[in-house]
């Protein structure tokens, strides 16, 4: 244990940050009471920080079980840039080595050790675990031991066995960004977690700009977006090495200093060209899914998929690799129906387990094919597109999010009913002839089809045939009516022209680009961080280390407007802890001083403060605390007979300060619902179920009846006046 030493000492003093961020308290608290905890917290939430702030602190050995060499030694490197002792075990090191390792960490050397999950079951480690006093195991990317995960492994079962052998039980904590409810359920059975502090934080990234483009001159787009972003790191994924190569070939022609990266290339070309990205002497990674896992490079600017992925899962795990610092980042998925017919070619090469029984091989084929449909109808959906993403994972949608293509684009609904009741009479009866759709073009009939799947009146088969098959809505549909709609640009539309006529012309189109980052720094700011920025360049050569691993963009940016002129004042800036200020804080600031002249210039727009706990730099005016009340606020709240949660976010919100205080959406009140056990949500497929517990009955919450805005009846929850004002006291200050 890192003696008197407290959980915050150690946050500021190796990491340099003022406070936790949502969610990491609680899970460290946990660990060091003794508990198992698993954490599902998106991309850039600092999960690592809430095992490697109690790894410090417990008595024993830290081993964290981690899928990839790289994710391994950027986690390593990290920490000793932080002065802290760590090692990792792999195959690029050589027997000596590792052997060299364990005998460091059981003798107190190494607090954290890092392990592949393929060591686990070899004599030598083995016999390491069994002498060493290893207090946590610790399992990343813990999605990998799910079956029904998108990235199942089954060398994450040897975790299992290795904690079964173990002569004492240690801790067990488990982390992972991405986890469906079935996946949850899945790690928390496995892995056999005893009563487990489980913790979810909510996989929004606020960020994030989400934006899907319906083109088919991809490589148009890329260069110019790539050329209008030449300073930026950026990542493009494709989904073959053909388009790998391609890509790699059109942009390198252009200038632009681009690497690529594909299992075709051998081992020394990829760890050179990943290298060359992470070192930033190439901004550019152009590259199939088999980059990224544990690429803790925290300054991508930008993801773009050059074809759509398999799933969800893998998009937003990909994506997520965009704006780890929390600066403002795109996502862009580039989206034509070539891509689906790829991704079924690619879902039906491949390999099976041979470890499934037939039934079991047959139930993953089948998610495949359902997590296929869902990246299809997240492309072709006219809704927001975060809060797309959020529901697919389970949580309460907040409505328009105002951050992706969708919702800065103004719709019209147009009537396409009468076109898709012949579409579901063709479907339905299939001897029927086709000359009743001859009037739309097929790009239109394929619009009309995936809005009527997305509505339920159509659905796919989950086998590898994917037979289109009108559902029991449709049928009603046919019999006895309704109306569908489809979302079209507003400028799109001509009035008076008919529903045919006007998908026709333009069924394929683009919408408008979302307009560039805008900065905080000005002219001279700018100035300022780029040479910070060729500083942190020169060091991190000098010392073969990633810049980023010197200090964040984020970090730097914040020197901008702090202008610290000395160690002292440097470890006021976020991401600077005190053995960085000892290595580098001086030459930062002698730069400063340089450029300045020690005169104390704006170097910014407005009038900048910090967020407090994040740490993160933004215009005074974008400035807000989390949601809270005042005493008197909260006297002024509305109690009622019942509520839903979402009345009650909207109850709140108009008591708190606009200005200065962020708004509560009913999905955070009822995360919080659900971790004091008042609630459970259970999902049948993609639909949640929400049910009240004893404790919540006693709380004041119950099951009550209420119609959806298509009419269908549902189960909701609702709150009585003991509930509204347990919530409010929770959000009171």
């Known amino acids: 244990m890192v003696q008197g030493t407290t959980k915050y000492d150690i946050l500021e003093r190796y990491f340099g940050y003022p406070s936790f961020r949502e969610g990491q308290e609680i899970l460290i608290d946990a660990v060091l009471a003794g508990q198992d905890v698993l954490g599902i917290m998106p991309t850039g939430a600092g999960k690592s920080i809430c095992y490697q702030v109690p790894a410090l602190m417990l008595p024993g050995i830290t081993v964290v079980i981690s899928p990839l060499i790289s994710l391994m030694k950027d986690q390593v490197s990290a920490l000793n840039q932080a002065g802290i002792h760590a090692a990792y075990i792999n195959s690029s090191?050589?027997?000596?080595?590792?052997?060299?390792?364990?005998?460091?960490?059981?003798?107190?050397?190494?607090?954290?050790?890092?392990?592949?999950?393929?060591?686990?079951?070899?004599?030598?480690?083995?016999?390491?675990?069994?002498?060493?006093?290893?207090?946590?195991?610790?399992?990343?990317?813990?999605?990998?031991?799910?079956?029904?995960?998108?990235?199942?492994?089954?060398?994450?079962?040897?975790?299992?066995?290795?904690?079964?052998?173990?002569?004492?039980?240690?801790?067990?904590?488990?982390?992972t960004a991405t986890a469906t409810e079935a996946v949850k359920e899945d790690i928390q059975c496995v892995l056999g977690l005893s009563e487990p502090k489980v913790l979810v934080t909510g996989f929004n990234r606020e960020n994030l700009y989400f934006a899907v483009e319906n083109i088919r001159k991809k490589d148009a787009y890329v260069l110019d977006y790539v050329a209008g972003h030449k300073n930026e790191s950026g990542i493009i994924y494709c989904a073959t090495r053909k388009n790998v190569d391609a890509v790699f070939e059109r942009l390198a022609a252009e200038g632009i200093a681009v690497t690529k990266y594909h299992a075709g290339l051998g081992n020394v070309e990829r760890q050179q060209n990943q290298e060359d990205f992470i070192y930033e002497r190439s901004l550019v990674m152009v590259a199939t899914n088999a980059f990224g896992m544990g690429i803790d490079k925290s300054n991508v600017r930008y993801v773009i998929h050059y074809n759509m992925p398999q799933s969800i899962e893998n998009y937003?795990?990909?994506?997520?690799?965009?704006?780890?610092?929390?600066?403002?980042?795109?996502?862009?998925?580039?989206?034509?129906?070539?891509?689906?017919?790829?991704?079924?070619?690619?879902?039906?090469?491949?390999?099976?387990?041979?470890?499934?029984?037939?039934?079991?091989?047959?139930?993953?084929?089948?998610?495949?094919?359902?997590?296929l449909q869902s990246i299809v109808h997240y492309c072709l959906t006219k809704n927001c597109l975060r809060e797309y993403i959020l529901r697919y994972f389970g949580e309460q949608?907040?409505?328009?999010?105002?951050?992706?293509?969708?919702?800065?684009?103004?719709?019209?609904?147009?009537?396409?009913?009468?076109?898709?009741?012949?579409?579901?009479?063709?479907?339905?009866?299939?001897?029927?002839?086709?000359?009743?759709?001859?009037?739309?073009?097929e790009p239109a009939i394929k619009e009309i089809m995936e809005q009527m799947m997305l509505d339920g009146f159509l659905c796919k088969t989950k086998d590898k045939y994917a037979l289109v098959k009108v559902t029991e809505?449709?049928?009603?549909?046919?019999?006895?009516?309704?109306?569908?709609?489809?979302?079209?640009?507003?400028?799109?539309?001509?009035?008076?022209?008919?529903?045919?006529?006007?998908?026709?012309?333009?069924?394929?189109?683009?919408?408008?680009?979302?307009?560039?980052?805008?900065?905080?720094?000005?002219?001279?700011?700018?100035?300022?961080?780029?040479?910070?920025?060729?500083?942190?360049?020169?060091?991190?050569?000098?010392?073969?280390?990633?810049?980023y691993l010197i200090f964040s963009d984020k970090t730097l940016v914040e020197m901008c407007i702090k202008l610290p002129?000395?160690?002292?004042?440097?470890?006021?800036?976020?991401?600077?802890?005190?053995?960085?200020?000892?290595?580098?804080?001086?030459?930062?600031?002698?730069?400063i001083l340089e450029f300045t002249g020690g005169q104390r210039e704006k170097l910014h727009f407005g009038e900048i403060e910090e967020v407090l706990g994040g740490g993160s730099v933004k215009k005074a005016s974008a400035i807000k605390r989390?949601?809270?009340?005042?005493?008197?606020?909260?006297?002024?709240?509305?109690?009622?007979?019942?509520?839903?949660?979402?009345?009650?976010?909207?109850?709140?919100?108009?008591?708190?300060?606009?200005?200065?205080?962020?708004?509560?959406?009913?999905?955070?009140?009822?995360?919080?619902?659900?971790?004091?056990?008042?609630?459970?949500?259970?999902?049948?497929?993609?639909?949640?179920?929400?049910?009240v517990t004893e404790k919540g009955k006693s709380a004041g919450l119950f099951l009550a009846p209420r119609l959806s805005k298509k009419g269908t009846e549902y189960e909701d929850i609702y709150y009585d006046e003991r509930a509204q004002r347990m919530i409010v006291e929770h959000y009171t200050r």
């Open 93 to 175: 090191l050589t027997e000596n080595q590792i052997s060299k390792a364990m005998y460091y960490a059981a003798n107190g050397r190494y607090k954290i050790i890092y392990v592949a999950p393929e060591r686990l079951e070899t004599p030598a480690f083995m016999a390491f675990a069994e002498n060493a006093d290893i207090c946590m195991v610790t399992v990343d990317e813990a999605h990998c031991i799910s079956q029904w995960g998108q990235d199942f492994r089954p060398s994450y079962l040897k975790i299992v066995q290795f904690i079964k052998q173990m002569p004492k039980r240690p801790i067990i904590s488990a982390f």
């Open 626 to 691: 989390e949601f809270s009340l005042t005493a008197e606020q909260a006297e002024r709240f509305p109690y009622a007979e019942k509520y839903l949660v979402t009345e009650i976010a909207e109850k709140l919100n108009e008591l708190r300060n606009p200005d200065t205080t962020k708004k509560i959406s009913g999905a955070e009140i009822f995360r919080f619902v659900l971790s004091e056990e008042l609630a459970s949500q259970v999902f049948y497929g993609r639909i949640p179920r929400k049910e």
């Open 397 to 441: 949608g907040m409505g328009a999010c105002e951050s992706c293509s969708n919702c800065r684009k103004e719709f019209e609904e147009l009537d396409v009913t009468e076109e898709a009741r012949k579409i579901a009479a063709c479907v339905g009866e299939m001897k029927q002839r086709y000359g009743a759709l001859k009037d739309l073009t």
């Open 316 to 371: 937003y795990q990909e994506a997520g690799r965009a704006g780890r610092d929390g600066e403002p980042s795109e996502c862009i998925l580039l989206y034509s129906a070539q891509d689906l017919v790829i991704n079924r070619f690619l879902l039906n090469s491949k390999e099976e387990n041979p470890d499934f029984t037939p039934e079991e091989a047959r139930a993953v084929r089948e998610r495949d094919e359902e997590r």
């Open 473 to 547: 809505k449709g049928r009603e549909f046919l019999e006895n009516g309704g109306k569908i709609f489809l979302k079209k640009v507003k400028e799109e539309i001509v009035e008076g022209a008919s529903a045919a006529d006007t998908l026709n012309r333009v069924s394929g189109t683009t919408g408008k680009k979302k307009p560039g980052r805008t900065d905080i720094l000005n002219s001279r700011g700018l100035e300022l961080f780029d040479g910070l920025r060729e500083l942190r360049m020169a060091i991190a050569r000098e010392e073969g280390v990633p810049p």
């Open 565 to 591: 002129a000395d160690r002292k004042e440097m470890l006021r800036v976020s991401g600077v802890g005190e053995n960085k200020a000892k290595k580098y804080g001086q030459r930062f600031a002698d730069r």
